[in-house]
């Protein structure tokens, strides 16, 4: 997939549920030479996931080749809330066949995984499996059903930091 020379930078983050594996997963990572970045959380203090989830997001639309990984307790709100940026295809994925698809087929760009519902041996298999395989861009059918997530919505929402009452924005145009 990538130059085996250079690193594939990839971006993680964990809400307070997934600390631990996260933790866990970017001593892994970077052993088995990728270029990971913390983007938090940085303990296991109670957190908003659509901050962390918006960060690395960014990153990966800021980077290009880049990838990221969120753990929550289910990966399901981190995918949500990652998914509301215009180019994020977040997945939520629980077996290492999933992730082959989810990048084969729909050139995801962001994994998201729940520390609540697999444990992190299985996240490391994953989330290897995820990285080393390559979107088929040279079927047609797959370029053109990924060209209409984006053309469809894809995201687009605005994904805020600013709070009211404890909640967070998650954007009023989707």
Known sequence: MFDK???VPVYIGSDHAGFDFKNELKSFLDENKFDVTDLGCFSSDSVDYPDIAREVSEKV???DGSFGIL?????IGMSM??????GIRAAVVESEKVAE???RHNDANVLAMG???????D??????????TDFEKGEERHV????????????GGEVSSETDAGETDAGANN
């Open 5 to 7: 020379e250079k690193l």
């Open 61 to 63: 639309l800021e980077i």
């Open 71 to 75: 753990i929550c307790g289910t990966g």
């Open 81 to 86: 809330a990652a998914n509301k940026l215009k």
């Open 101 to 103: 698809m989810t990048r």
């Open 115 to 121: 520390s609540r519902i697999i444990g992190v041996e």
């Open 123 to 132: 996240m490391k298999k994953i989330a290897l499996k995820f990285l080393n």
């Open 144 to 155: 053109r059903r990924v060209s209409k997530i984006e053309k469809n919505g894809g995201g």
